[in-house]
């Protein structure tokens, strides 16, 4: 197998549907039989719960790893023994990990470390970042081969943006030189809201190719999916957030090659 891809999920933003598209993207990769490892890099540890994952279940979580270097395999943890999807969880603990990294030399390369010995077990390998531009984000954006930036589509969300391409930018200068942008997604897509597509336009003309054709529509059943511990894949298939996904997952493996 060729070493997995690593593909930060991130924007400083709250609310804007990065861990759905972690959670619903992963499920949909591994429909496609991929091996994924889904990294939970929020203290919210919203992934973590999301694949029905309860805290109690961890004995350890990446907070460990990062602290008290517990060894990364054995803090892993497959959600159903059928899946071909593996989570490193994390909890509230982790909000503490930021502090505790601050003092130690090479502390932006902690997660590299971590998952470079991985990379031959995963054809992906999905970073959930939390929202900010702290030290778990830049730890996942020196990690990652490449960076999927979620957004929604209101007027704010453009100037958020510049913020992160510039932090992005930064990383790439002294911490990860081969860092490059994925794709742009549109989530939480209202037809009805004429915002939606004035921020579309203007993001194509700034961003062109790097913005992924594929849009993911507001959909209940993505909203309700986390309370039942099931990505929207499992949840329901046919509703139109789920075909999204799957839809994104095929436009995303066709520009790997
Ligand atoms: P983030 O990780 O960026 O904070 P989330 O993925 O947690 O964002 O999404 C924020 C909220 O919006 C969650 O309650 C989630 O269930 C909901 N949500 C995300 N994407 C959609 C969507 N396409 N349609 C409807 N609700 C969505
Ligand atoms: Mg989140």
Do not use: W
């Amino acid at each position: 197998m060729s070493p997995g891809k690593i593909i930060a999920i991130a924007n400083q933003k709250g609310g804007v549907g990065k861990t759905t598209s972690a959670v619903s993207l992963a499920a949909a990769l591994e429909r496609k039989k991929k091996k994924i490892l889904l990294v939970d890099s929020d203290p919210q540890g919203n992934a973590t719960s999301g694949y029905g994952v309860r805290q109690s279940d961890c004995k350890s979580q990446l907070y460990h790893c990062y602290t008290q270097d517990i060894p990364v395999k054995t803090v892993l943890i497959t959600p159903n023994k059928k899946r071909n999807l593996t989570i490193l969880p994390s909890g509230i603990d982790l909000s503490a990990a930021e502090m505790e990294l601050f003092p130690i030399e090479k502390r932006e390369y902690v997660l590299k470390t971590m998952l470079e010995p991985l990379r031959e077990e995963y054809d992906f390998i999905l970073i959930d970042c939390p929202p900010s531009l702290g030290l778990l984000t830049v730890n996942s954006l020196t990690a990652a081969d490449s960076v999927l930036i979620p957004m929604q589509c209101e007027y704010f969300a453009l100037e958020g943006l510049s913020q992160l391409v510039s932090t992005i930018r930064s990383v790439k200068k002294s911490l990860n030189k081969n860092l490059y942008i994925e794709g742009l997604l549109l989530t939480m897509f209202d037809k009805r809201n004429k915002l939606t597509f004035q921020v579309e336009d203007e993001l194509k003309k700034h961003f062109k190719d790097q913005v992924f054709r594929t849009v993911i529509p507001r959909n209940v059943r993505l909203s309700e999916c986390p309370s039942h511990g099931l990505s929207v894949i499992e949840y329901d298939v046919k509703s139109t957030g789920a075909q999204a996904y799957i839809k994104l997952a095929n436009e995303f493996l066709k520009k790997q090659n």
